[in-house]
């Protein structure tokens, strides 16, 4: 079983929410990255999404694209968030870890290589944004079979016939866009997504989580109630963006732990 | 529109030209992608469709476009003959207007109210902006806002025919993070958009539809040159950024043996220098971006570089899948042509046959100018005048030290 399995497990069984944090690896500064994932881990992070930065992210809004070019403006790259991941695994083994970006970094390295660098490091699961489970048989084959989950989006506009194409690729979890758009946009349709979960949740058989647009505990609340887990990121990175370099990891431990608790409410009142 | 007469396989059901093509896009664009490619096939099989836009193109482009035999110019170079495809005589002054009427159209059928595009000289961007007022639909275009410094006479052009044209200040400020910024559009308002893009490039179907739109370009070609010339060219010569006119003027003879086609990518300030935008020439990696995989110019971590070119029309970091096959296959043969080159040619041009060409189309005219004097006088390169130079006038001024 994959630790990304294994988490929502335990957190099914405890009756709890997974809390799904993204940051931008190297933002906004490539030191800071590590300190950062600790600070989300202490905050009450269950996954940690770890952002690969690339010059055109096309399906991110401007604060995530603002996050990736300040990190490739210091220099990073796939290698070296494999690197963090390395780094971060020396104090932390548990907290699974997935990366997330665009295709062309991974093509540049070779798939294979990616995916035996990205095993070796410690990473547990991959969502590249352009690899549609059509474009990339190959590739989540070989890193299912390496003990890489790769991580599938579903949209709201996703036909029925795309969850068995989704169930057939993924593995870990499915990662619903609980809005049309692009990362950090306004609003979410809370009925919309109340009435597909079940149905994602029965077709794939996998967790759900859910993102785009969750901005506060009141939202990740309303989600936490309807899916298996809250995804926020373009949320963290305004966070970092507005934080001091000394207080950046103690705001966003701080903003975490809000979510965290906001979350672990839905669990209290369910009991 | 195309498939039908010819044996040529490509792309598949899903959009792929061997390794290339495909649709690499995010799943939020899957929906609309595939409502466009169910569309786009009705559309291309119904007559009254085809009918309309063969009127169009008569009517209100002015098609057929001419070939003009460039005789003043074919003897000054004393070898082979060159023979010019006229598109700088179009409505809207270049090719682009073919694929945009087609997809306008398109768009009308399928009930979209609302179209954007992006642009990087601005030429896709008036084109999409004339078919927009046209039709009686609400036009956005994106522009790099370093292009929108560079082309005022152009972003005023879309703001005359009603258009909205929105700056990115994203990236490089330029044609590929307009790309983007219109990818990011249309995921936010599938429902009411229609996204018209302006090359053999993205996600499928748009290679397939973009070039189905251009090929009457190659089809008009084949008809003229049997009656001016009595047979067909040697070579057909055009520029590539995206590659769209010469996708257009290359399809119909790729079964055409003898007929050898030639792609011209702009190489900048050299393509020893870095400093292009020439990914089948320099053998680029192929990697993907915009939605298919193709031969991109990135760096060794795969993020994608800026290029280079006086021609902004063919300043763009990828090139359409097709020509990425095509070249892969040996089919077409690909160079690149500099700066230098091209504006040398854009200048006898001028000179020599009174005809103002535009910088991406001066890139295929230089090819020419290098191999007519190492052909006899019997044979007979085709050139695809893409567009006009108009637009240039600016750059060239610019090139040559006046300041308007």
């Known amino acids: 079983m994959s630790k990304i399995q294994a988490s929502f497990q335990r957190l099914q069984a405890a009756g709890r929410k997974a809390l799904i944090p993204f940051i931008t690896a190297g933002d906004p500064d490539p030191a800071l990255t590590v300190p950062l994932m600790h600070a989300l881990v202490e905050g009450g992070a269950d996954v940690i999404e770890l952002g690969v930065p690339f010059s055109d992210p096309m399906a991110d809004g401007p604060t995530i694209q603002r996050a990736s070019e300040r990190a490739l403006a210091k220099g990073m790259s796939l290698r070296k968030v494999l690197g963090l991941v390395r780094e971060f695994r020396q104090t932390d083994t548990d907290t699974p870890v997935v990366l997330m970006g665009y295709a062309n970094p991974i093509e540049a390295m070779g798939q294979g290589a990616f995916i035996e660098a990205a095993v070796a490091a410690g990473v547990d699961g991959v969502l590249v ?30 036909l029925d016939e795309r969850f068995a194409e989704v169930a057939r690729a993924g593995s870990g979890y499915i990662y619903y866009v609980s ?20 149905q994602i949740r029965a077709a794939v058989g996998l967790p759900v989580g859910v993102g785009f647009g969750i901005r506060d505990a009141e939202s990740a609340r309303c989600i936490g109630e309807l899916a298996d887990g809250v ?32 979350l672990d409410q839905i669990g209290e009142t369910a009991r | 529109m195309q498939m039908a007469d010819t044996p040529y396989p490509f792309p598949d059901a899903s959009g792929h030209f061997g390794p290339y093509g495909g649709v690499f896009v995010a799943e939020t664009l899957i929906p609309a992608l595939d409502e466009l490619r169910v569309a786009y096939e009705a559309a291309s099989r119904d007559p009254a469709f085809i009918a309309e836009y063969e009127y169009e ?3 209100y482009v002015g098609r057929p476009s001419p070939i003009y035999h460039a005789r003043r110019w074919s003897d000054m170079l004393g070898g082979a ?12 002054g270049a090719h682009k207007v073919n694929n945009c009427i087609g997809q306008a159209l398109l768009a009308r059928r399928m009930g979209k109210p609302r179209v954007i595009a992006e642009t990087g000289a601005g030429q896709h961007g008036v084109a999409s902006a004339t078919v927009a007022a046209r039709y009686g639909m609400e036009c956005v275009v994106y522009m790099g806002a370093e292009d929108v410094k560079r082309q005022a006479a152009n972003v005023y052009r879309m703001k005359l025919l009603g258009a909205t044209v929105v700056p990115v200040e994203s990236g490089s400020r330029t044609l590929k993070d307009a790309l983007n910024e219109a990818m990011r559009d249309w995921v936010t308002n599938i429902g009411n958009t229609f996204y018209i893009i302006g090359t053999v490039a993205g996600p499928h179907p748009y290679p397939v539809m973009v070039r189905d739109f251009q090929t009457v370009i190659g089809k008009e070609c084949k008809v003229q040159m049997a009656e001016m010339a009595g047979r067909q060219p040697d070579y057909v ?6 590659g769209s006119n010469a996708i257009g003027i290359f399809h119909p003879y790729l079964d055409v043996p003898g007929v050898k086609l030639v792609g011209v990518e702009a190489a900048g300030d050299g393509i020893d220098t870095g400093r292009h935008a020439a990914p089948l020439t320099a053998n680029a990696k192929a990697g993907v971006l915009h939605g298919n995989r193709t031969y991109l110019m990135q760096d060794e ?12 029309g063919l300043d763009y970091p990828g090139v359409g899948p097709e020509h990425a096959w095509l070249k892969d296959s040996e089919r077409a043969e690909y160079v690149a042509v500099t700066d230098a080159e091209a504006l040398a040619a854009f200048h006898t041009l001028c000179r020599t046959e009174g005809i103002i060409p535009a ?18 006088r019997d044979k007979i390169l085709l050139v695809n005048l893409s567009g006009r130079g108009d637009k240039d006038m600016h750059t060239v001024a610019e090139r040559s030290g006046i300041r308007f």
């Open chain 1, 129 to 158: 944004v352009d690899y549609p489970p059509q474009e990339c048989v190959e590739f989540s084959t070989a890193a299912k079979a390496a003990g890489l989950d790769p991580i599938f989006l579903l949209a709201p506009t996703s």
């Open chain 2, 81 to 92: 003959q060159i023979y010019l495809k006229r598109e700088d005589l179009n409505h809207t």
């Open chain 2, 57 to 59: 193109l008569a009517h």
């Open chain 2, 301 to 312: 971590d795969g993020q994608i570089i800026e290029t280079h070119s006086i021609s902004a």
């Open chain 2, 359 to 376: 910088l991406e189309s001066s890139h295929a005219l230089a090819q020419a100018a290098k191999l007519a004097p190492q052909l006899g």
């Open chain 2, 237 to 242: 010569i055009a520029c590539v950024g995206g």
């Open chain 1, 231 to 262: 995804v926020i990121g373009s949320r963290i990175i305004e966070e970092i963006e507005n934080s001091a370099p000394d207080q950046v990891t103690v705001r966003v431990r701080d903003f975490i732990r809000g979510i965290r608790s906001a």
């Open chain 1, 179 to 198: 809005l049309k758009g692009v990362t950090g946009s306004a609003s979410i349709d809370l009925d919309e997504v109340a009435q597909r979960i079940p």
